[in-house]
């Protein structure tokens, strides 16, 4: 049996970066799993573009900049862009099936090419989707 691989959602790191009082734990305990290298993490980089762009609304470089270190030196985690046929193929195929927006689509697309059986969320509308496990955060 191979490494154990997850997607996770964006909001997962909202959670945890923001320290949200009804699922900041359960966010940490799940970013603190592959930190610990219990399972590798894939992360769509439309997740990167949805989180920086509250601090850049703000115009708080700083924070976007402590975004971006924090993405590249958290450990076991790759931030996926779509650089191939294969994100956008299943990524088309998740819109069609299951009317889903095309970040869902491209967050679950990624994670599905990565091998990954598992992804994370806290929304409830994808748990419709079954090409892969969609695991509720809360």
Do not use: C, W
């Not at 909001?11 to 940490?28: D, R, S």
């Not at 491209?106 to 990565?114: K, L, N, P, R």
């Amino acid at each position: 049996m191979g490494e154990k691989i997850v997607g996770i959602d964006t909001a997962v790191f909202v959670y945890l970066i923001q320290k949200h009082p009804l699922y900041g734990k359960a966010a940490e305990g799940v970013l603190r799993s592959v930190q610990e290298g219990r399972y590798r993490a894939v992360f769509s980089v439309i997740g990167m573009i949805e989180i920086l762009t509250g601090a850049k609304q703000d115009r708080n470089r700083v924070l976007a900049g402590r975004y971006r270190e924090f993405f590249r030196q958290f450990p076991n985690l790759d931030v996926i862009g779509i650089t191939g046929e294969a994100i956008v193929e299943i990524a088309s195929d998740l819109r069609a099936r299951y009317r889903l927006t095309t970040p869902d689509a491209i967050h679950i697309a990624t994670a599905i090419d990565a091998g990954a059986n598992t992804f994370i969320t806290n929304d409830r509308a994808l748990k419709k989707v079954k090409e892969i496990k969609i695991q509720m955060l809360g």
